[in-house]
């Protein structure tokens, strides 16, 4: 069973930075795609970053140059470090995983495992 667990959400101001984790348990991450999602109130969950199985990254357009999906060494922990915050990026994030060799699919349905969600608040 994979097991999720999300921290470092928090609230910064505009241009400050943070960087969120995830803690991931019972997978084999060889053979997992991984990635971040956010939910801001009234809207749609959105992907955000995503890390597949070898380690080829894909990052929205609105986190591009902002955002960096990265993961430790033993592949446990997936973290998403984001600077230049901006007000929008305010929301719920995610981390969800899947198992698929390669390439990740990006849409929320591709992926059945889900953290409960760490809060993200830019202020301005």
């Known amino acids: 069973q994979v097991q999720l667990v999300e921290s470092g959400g928090g609230s910064v101001q505009a241009g400050g930075s943070l960087r969120l984790s995830c803690a991931a348990f019972?997978?084999?991450?060889?053979?997992?795609?991984m990635g971040w999602f956010r939910q801001a109130p009234g809207k749609e969950r959105e992907g955000v970053a995503f890390?597949?199985?070898?380690?080829?990254?894909t990052y929205a357009e609105s986190a591009k140059g902002r955002f960096t999906i990265s993961r430790d060494n033993a592949k446990t922990i997936l973290y998403l470090q984001m600077n230049s915050l901006k007000p929008e990026d305010t929301a719920m994030y995610y981390c969800?995983?899947?198992?698929?060799?390669?390439?990740?699919?990006?849409?929320?349905?591709?992926?059945?495992?889900w953290g409960q969600g760490t809060q993200v608040t830019v202020s301005s």
């Open positions: 969800a995983a899947e198992y698929r060799a390669g390439y990740c699919y990006t849409g929320v349905q591709t992926f059945r495992y």
């Open positions: 019972g997978y084999a991450p060889s053979t997992m795609c």
């Open positions: 890390l597949d199985s070898n380690s080829r990254t």
